[in-house]
């Protein structure tokens, strides 16, 4: 599996609503962001980048009444149930008609009690600190977030769900770029970006009927 590894220095904003940008650079911009959600604060980790009509990854491939929020406005919450789990969307503006990323894992910064107790409702043994946002299931969980935050404004202070990119994490991140966990079609575009060596950070699994 081939990666590649970005040094990058966070920029002290990444507004979800600026001009047209490559999907996947707007996903890695992400990185190091904070996000509130319910209570609970995570730094962004790892994310996906899913573009429109040219990504058969993408749910906005074919557009549906499910995938319509990914030709919206920017900067708008997408979430969706995949096997009993809430998964969660940031939609962009990318150089197609639709663009939105996937938010794979982050780590707690806040209101870690509060996301403890999410994690562990439904958990017999204790879930580590490092963990309880690792993976987009889990992440949605440590965050309360569910199908009522479908189409929240993350940009708006007031959303019970938003996104501080004025916060992030100084410093330098080293950011590594890989293919994409779990995706049968397009499986090697390498679209999945995470800070390198973050214990939050969930591990790459290839789908087994993966194509490139």
Same mark, same amino acid.
């Given at each position: +599996?081939?990666?590649?590894?970005?040094? +990058?220095?966070? @920029?002290?904003?990444?507004?979800?609503?600026?001009?047209?940008?490559? $999907?996947?650079?707007?996903?890695?911009?992400?990185?190091?962001?904070? &996000?509130?959600?319910?209570?609970?604060?995570?730094?962004?980790? @790892?994310?996906?980048? *899913?573009?429109?009509?040219?990504?058969?990854?993408?749910?906005?491939?074919? %557009?549906?009444? #499910?995938? @319509?929020? +990914?030709?919206?406005?920017?900067?708008?919450?997408? $979430? *969706? #149930?995949?096997?009993?789990?809430?998964?969660?969307?940031?939609?962009?503006?990318?150089?197609?008609?639709?663009?939105? $990323?996937?938010?794979?894992?982050?780590?707690?910064?806040?209101?870690?009690?509060?996301?403890? @107790?999410?994690?562990?409702?439904?958990?017999?043994?204790?879930?580590?600190?490092?963990?309880?946002? %690792?993976?987009?299931?889990?992440?949605?969980?440590?965050?309360?977030?569910?199908? !009522? !935050? &479908? !189409?929240?404004? &993350?940009?708006?202070?007031?959303?019970?769900?938003?996104?501080?990119?004025?916060?992030?994490?100084?410093?330098?991140?080293?950011?590594?770029?890989?293919?994409?966990?779990?995706?049968? &079609?397009?499986?090697?575009?390498?679209? #999945?970006?995470?800070?390198?060596?973050?214990?939050?950070?969930?591990? *790459?699994?290839?789908?087994? %009927?993966?194509?490139?």
């Amino acid at each position: +599996m081939e990666l590649l590894v970005f040094a +990058m220095a966070p @920029e002290p904003n990444v507004p979800v609503t600026r001009a047209t940008a490559p $999907v996947a650079e707007q996903a890695r911009g992400l990185l190091g962001a904070r &996000l509130v959600g319910h209570g609970v604060t995570i730094v962004l980790t @790892e994310v996906e980048a *899913y573009a429109g009509q040219d990504d058969p990854a993408s749910h906005a491939y074919t %557009r549906t009444p #499910r995938s @319509e929020i +990914m030709y919206g406005p920017p900067g708008r919450l997408y $979430v *969706y #149930r995949i096997h009993g789990h809430h998964c969660a969307n940031i939609v962009v503006r990318g150089t197609g008609p639709a663009a939105a $990323v996937l938010l794979r894992a982050g780590e707690v910064v806040g209101g870690a009690e509060i996301a403890r @107790e999410r994690r562990h409702a439904t958990r017999s043994t204790p879930v580590p600190d490092a963990h309880l946002a %690792r993976g987009p299931g889990n992440l949605c969980r440590a965050l309360g977030i569910t199908m !009522d !935050d &479908l !189409d929240t404004d &993350l940009t708006d202070p007031a959303s019970p769900v938003r996104l501080e990119t004025a916060s992030r994490r100084p410093g330098r991140m080293r950011v590594v770029a890989g293919p994409r966990v779990g995706v049968r &079609l397009a499986a090697d575009r390498q679209w #999945r970006f995470h800070i390198d060596g973050h214990p939050s950070v969930s591990p *790459y699994r290839r789908h087994p %009927r993966a194509g490139g």
